[in-house]
């Protein structure tokens, strides 16, 4: 399973009020590609800082946000992974494309073949965390981590291989962020 395809998925089974947290670079340009929807906050030049942004929306608000996440940007701002753990807001579900490698950045290796995303999410104090490796056990796992109680981590594995790369999203950040805002 591509990104692209992982992407497309979790936005397929998210509500229409559901707030979405898509990390910078590639993920934001997929999400974007899949379903733009004005309650996603594409993430524009903040690698690392997904868990953050998503915790405090969690924090403030009633509905569920998901957080789109790459296991690079989660390695960068690991922190985050303890707050979201030590706050436990039970409406925060955190999704992980595991594709090992900094993919928007060239594709230099990331250690999540070595340090086991899942087991730090469930050490930090996520309700619930898991690893699905397998493609065609992707759906399944989304539904089960959707209904999961929160916070939630699914760690998915996809594909390294970028064959289709979406393109970069045609509005400023300031244009986002005010559509964003309206949006909630």
Same mark, same amino acid.
């Given at each position: 399973?591509? $990104?692209?395809?992982?992407?497309?998925?979790? *936005?397929?089974?998210?509500?229409?009020? !559901?707030?979405? =947290?898509?990390?910078?670079?590639?993920?934001? $340009?997929?999400? #974007?590609?899949?379903?733009? /929807? &004005?309650?996603?906050? #594409?993430? *524009?030049?903040?690698?690392?800082?997904?868990?953050?942004?998503?915790?405090?929306?969690?924090?403030? /608000?009633?509905?569920? =946000?998901?957080?789109?996440?790459?296991?690079?940007?989660?390695?960068?701002?690991?922190? +985050?992974?303890?707050?979201?753990?030590?706050?436990?807001?039970?409406?925060? /579900?955190?999704?992980?494309?595991?594709?090992?490698?900094?993919?928007?950045?060239? +594709?230099?290796?990331?250690?999540?073949?070595?340090? !086991?995303?899942?087991?730090?999410?469930?050490?930090?104090? #996520?309700?619930?965390? /898991? %690893?699905?490796?397998?493609?065609?056990?992707? $759906?399944? +796992?989304?539904?089960?981590?959707?209904?999961?109680?929160? &916070?939630?981590?699914?760690?998915? =594995? =996809? !594909?390294?291989?970028? &064959?289709?790369?979406?393109? $970069?999203?045609?509005?400023?950040?300031?244009?986002?962020?005010? %559509?964003?805002?309206?949006?909630?």
């Amino acid at each position: 399973m591509t $990104r692209a395809e992982a992407v497309a998925l979790a *936005l397929s089974l998210l509500n229409d009020d !559901d707030i979405v =947290v898509a990390a910078d670079g590639a993920i934001a $340009r997929e999400a #974007y590609r899949a379903l733009d /929807r &004005p309650r996603t906050f #594409y993430m *524009l030049g903040s690698m690392g800082q997904v868990a953050s942004i998503a915790l405090g929306l969690a924090m403030s /608000r009633m509905e569920r =946000v998901v957080a789109l996440d790459g296991d690079g940007n989660l390695l960068m701002g690991f922190g +985050g992974l303890a707050m979201v753990g030590g706050l436990r807001p039970a409406n925060l /579900r955190h999704l992980v494309l595991d594709n090992g490698c900094y993919a928007t950045t060239g +594709g230099q290796p990331a250690l999540s073949g070595k340090v !086991d995303l899942a087991a730090a999410a469930a050490g930090a104090g #996520y309700a619930w965390a /898991r %690893r699905c490796f397998s493609p065609e056990h992707a $759906r399944m +796992g989304m539904e089960t981590w959707l209904a999961a109680p929160g &916070p939630a981590l699914l760690d998915l =594995v =996809v !594909d390294a291989r970028d &064959p289709d790369p979406a393109r $970069r999203i045609p509005m400023s950040p300031e244009e986002l962020a005010l %559509r964003f805002r309206a949006a909630l």
